[in-house]
């Protein structure tokens, strides 16, 4: 029979169905074990779902308590001891409130939502509208053990509705039911409309809720949702063009600027985003975007014929060693140039006068300090620089 050490040689390698077939004792003593890799520890955790010794059940809740334990274990455990009544008063002691290890106080949150301790009702709902997946469903999921114990109406009691996150799980609740949330479009909190958008799926009943809402963001919206059932472009302008076309107004881009910075952040940008952005980027024309390759040779052409030896030039993602973007990094000397990827701009550091006119004698746009600073409201705090 394969070993442990067989089926994780290493860290994430797990052969998880091999550890389901392992006798759950010896499963159980290693997880217990802290002087073991955690790395193999936490698939064993995982293999022991719904298999739980009973013998082994005390000393696997002292290492959920061990603060200096591994907290990818100590999670896996939580998990899987969720149901087991003996840890609440661990989980509801104050000094819970000082865990920080990544994760655990997410964890202990869900864990006392599926014990059934309503006191955690609303910072799980919190959690439950968090802009991060992981985060939300972890909310969501203590929410709904709190729910299929006690029942919505009683959860829906326990929050009320004067926080958005509060409104956020009304709002998934009534959807659950069956119930019409094209209402909720009017919530004054973005988040909560946006994810309201995001549930509805009757193209009739939003165009008959149009003449009903009682606000401009409430029909924007209402267009927004319309265009993600139908995708019909036509409908979304004449929607558009009927409220008058209205925008966030910024002071400083021109439009060059602006045409650049919706058709790239606006399709996607975060839920608390103002909803004009969303629909100016599908009611408008996007700008031509450059040819990149044929951009950054014209750059490096131009800075090479001002004698500034240029070096190759390398995406902000591999110039950072870490993410991606939309510009490329030009370094010579001891200066870095940031060329867009969104149209025919560029900028550096202040003083670099000889590449700033090499760049502009060549076609380019100079970004300079005071339009680098200008804060675009309402879109997910984008900066122009990053443009």
């Not at 001891?81 to 997410?106: F, I, N, T, V």
């Not at 090479?304 to 000397?333: M, R, W």
């Not at 990827?341 to 006068?353: P, S």
């Not at 000889?354 to 300090?369: K, M, P, T, V, Y």
Request: hydrophobic share 40%; net charge negative.
């Amino acid at each position: 029979m394969r070993t442990i050490e067989m089926l994780v040689p290493d860290a994430g390698q797990a052969d998880t169905a091999g550890l389901c077939e392992l006798d759950a004792d010896e499963l159980a003593r290693y997880v217990a074990d802290p002087t073991y890799p955690w790395w193999r520890r936490r698939p064993c955790a995982l293999a022991l779902t719904a298999r739980v010794p009973e013998r082994h059940v005390a000393d696997l809740i002292a290492r959920v308590c061990d603060p200096g334990d591994e907290a990818e274990v100590r999670i896996a455990l939580l998990d899987l001891l969720a149901g087991r009544a003996e840890l609440l008063p661990w989980l509801k002691h104050e000094d819970r409130q000082d865990e920080r290890s990544y994760g655990m106080p997410e964890a202990i949150l869900k864990a006392r939502g599926m014990l059934g301790d309503r006191s955690a009702a609303r910072e799980l709902a919190t959690l439950a509208a968090s802009p991060w997946p992981s985060w939300r469903a972890v909310g969501e999921a203590g929410l709904d053990a709190l729910v299929k114990r006690y029942g919505s109406e009683v959860v829906l009691v326990d929050l009320g509705d004067a926080r958005p996150e509060d409104r956020v799980f009304h709002l998934r609740m009534r959807h659950r039911t069956g119930a019409d949330v094209t209402g909720a479009l009017a919530d004054p909190d973005r988040g909560v409309a946006h994810l309201t958008q995001s549930l509805l799926s009757d193209p009739h009943r939003l165009r008959g809720y149009l003449d009903e809402a009682p606000t401009t963001e409430a029909k924007l919206w209402t267009a927004y949702a319309l265009h993600r059932l139908t995708g019909d472009a036509a409908e979304t302008r004449a929607i558009y063009d009927t409220l008058g076309r209205p925008r966030v107004e910024v002071a400083g881009p021109d439009e060059e600027l602006r045409s650049a910075i919706v058709h790239e952040y606006a399709s996607g940008c975060e839920r608390q985003s103002d909803p004009r952005w969303r629909i100016e980027a599908l009611c408008t024309e996007p700008p031509t975007r450059p040819d990149q390759d044929e951009q950054l040779c014209r750059a490096t052409g131009a800075l090479t014929a001002a004698g500034l030896a240029p070096k190759p030039p390398v995406s902000c993602g591999e110039h950072n060693q870490q993410g991606d973007g939309t510009y490329h990094v030009i370094e010579f000397g001891e200066s870095e140039l940031f060329i867009s990827t969104l149209g025919r701009f560029a900028t550096g550091y202040e003083d670099d006068f000889i590449a700033r006119r090499a760049l502009e004698s060549a076609g380019f746009r100079w970004i300079d300090g005071t339009t680098g600073a200008i804060r675009v409201t309402d879109l997910c705090g984008l900066l122009l620089r990053r443009a």
